[in-house]
């Protein structure tokens, strides 16, 4: 009996784990309805985030948020578009800072507070999972 709750008790941790670290999840670059650009690339979502622009083509300057780190959509997010771990970009921002170049971008708890973030913010950008959109915000960029 005793063998059974452990052994059921590391199937249930497994499968939160995997459920809660899904690959099946489709993270997207997210704007304000009134963002002046209907599309973005990888680059030049890479360059906002990394502090290198502040402007969108056809649109004016933006600001950017992040999610806070660990979460699933940050993860995928700094692995496909920034091609860097978080204690990579610790370090880049670190750097940045400094020399007074620059300031990260402000994490936010979850989808939820990103896309409210961006809803209010004209100039806002941000990423959550797909599942987290609607019409109330602009899809720029789904990740490849």
């Given at each position: 009996m005793k063998e059974t709750r452990r052994i059921?008790?590391?199937v249930t941790g497994l499968t939160l784990m995997l459920c809660s670290?899904?690959?099946w999840a489709e993270v997207v670059v997210i704007g304000h309805p009134g963002i002046g650009a209907d599309s973005l690339t990888s680059k030049q979502v890479a360059k906002l985030w990394l502090g290198k622009s502040k402007r969108?083509?056809?649109g004016g300057k933006v600001k950017v948020v992040d999610q806070k780190p660990g979460s699933a959509a940050r993860d995928e997010f700094n692995k496909k578009v920034l091609k860097k771990s978080d204690s990579q970009l610790k370090s880049y921002w670190a750097k940045v800072v400094f020399t007074g170049k620059g300031v990260p971008p402000k994490a936010l708890p979850d989808d939820k507070a990103v896309k409210e973030w961006?809803?209010?913010t004209p100039d806002g950008l941000g990423y959550v999972d797909s599942g987290s959109?609607?019409?109330k915000v602009k899809?720029?960029?789904r990740l490849p």
């Open positions: 059921l008790g590391w670290a899904s690959p969108i083509p056809g961006v809803m209010s959109v609607d019409d899809v720029l960029l």
